[in-house]
């Protein structure tokens, strides 16, 4: 699942149903349809980007914008009709990830750009490994892709040096800040443009398998499936001071981990494998007392749902 928030808007891909949006903070959800496919909406979302032409979403058959904030949608694919993976926005720029996503040998192994606002891709792949790709990040002009360590290009994706041998998965970035996240050794962060990088682990477990990052103003939500003594159990950490202390913010969550996070003015959200969670900032900050609970996607038309869980 991938989510993302624009204005008030909360965007949700799911893996085998479309992609699906909510004006209520995930009480209500419609599906949106893409300009091809006969209007079919059950195709997998892998990833969401916004920038400023518009706002953007790769599927299996490549990538679609909307101006519309995710209502409509058309093709935005011109030199890359390729199943997307990860993306990236920033400014009038895209970076994407392409592969299978159901095959291990081709996922997410080429990397695209575009310069236009989506309107021509090319590969930009000079530099990087054939090895599939985990995240993006941007800090001022320059570009940062994990395919095991990190790689870094200044100019827009056109070339790649490696600037981090430690094998890492997420990225993410608050202001000039990186952070990406480990399996084995947690969180790491760099405050130089990726130069120089230090873990900043304080309040995290052991056993965090950071999964993926959500960032508002001074706010970094960290994500994890973490080892217990009853299994793996999904847990959200929160970060006020850069990454360097985390607390654990996962009062009410019952589920095995986050694929991806976002959060707005009011409520952070995170997805599953089936379902939609999130917990409202005051609660977070300690200014009410409404613990982390399922935002019902009851109008899903694809989705069973018994109780307060949702199955594809």
């Known amino acids: 699942m991938s989510l993302a928030t624009l204005g008030d808007r909360v965007l949700a891909g799911t893996i085998m149903d479309g992609l699906y949006y909510s004006d209520d903070n ?59 993976m990860y993306m990236l926005g920033d400014g009038n720029n895209l970076i994407a990830a392409v592969g299978d996503p159901f095959s291990c040998e081709y996922m997410g192994n080429l990397i695209y750009r575009s310069t236009n606002g989506g309107k021509f891709w090319q590969l930009a792949n000079p530099g990087l490994p054939i090895t599939p790709a985990f995240g993006f990040a941007a800090v001022d002009t320059s570009l940062f892709v994990s395919m095991g360590g990190i790689y870094r290009s200044n100019d827009r994706g056109a070339s790649w040096s490696n600037i981090l041998t430690q094998n890492v998965g997420v990225l993410t970035a608050q202001d000039t800040t990186l952070f990406a996240a ?39 939500f960290a994500s994890s499936d973490t080892l217990g003594p009853s299994g793996r159990a999904g847990l959200v950490f929160l970060s006020t001071d850069l990454g360097n202390n985390w607390t654990n913010v996962s009062a009410g969550l019952d589920t095995e981990g986050f694929i991806s996070m976002t959060v707005n003015t009011e409520y952070v959200f995170g997805g599953d494998q089936h379902r939609v969670w999130r917990r409202s900032l005051a609660d977070i900050l300690g200014l009410a007392t409404v613990k982390a609970e399922p935002a019902q996607p009851e109008s899903f038309p694809s989705l069973t749902q018994s109780g307060n869980r949702l199955t594809a």
Do not use: C
Not at 50 to 76: C, H, K, N, Q
Not at 184 to 193: K, M, Y
């Open 182 to 220: 480990s399996a084995t050794t947690g969180v790491w962060v760099s405050n130089d443009q990726g130069n120089t990088w230090v873990r900043h682990n304080t309040g995290l477990p052991n056993s965090a398998n950071i999964t993926s990052f959500a960032v508002r103003d001074s706010m970094i």
């Open 26 to 84: 995930g009480v209500n959800w419609q599906v949106t349809h893409f300009g091809l496919q006969g209007n079919d909406p059950l195709d997998p979302v892998s990833n969401v980007a916004i920038t400023e032409t518009g706002l953007f979403a790769g599927d299996m058959r490549g990538v679609y914008r909307s101006l519309d904030s995710g209502t409509t949608w058309v093709p935005s694919d011109s030199g890359m009709k390729e199943p997307v």
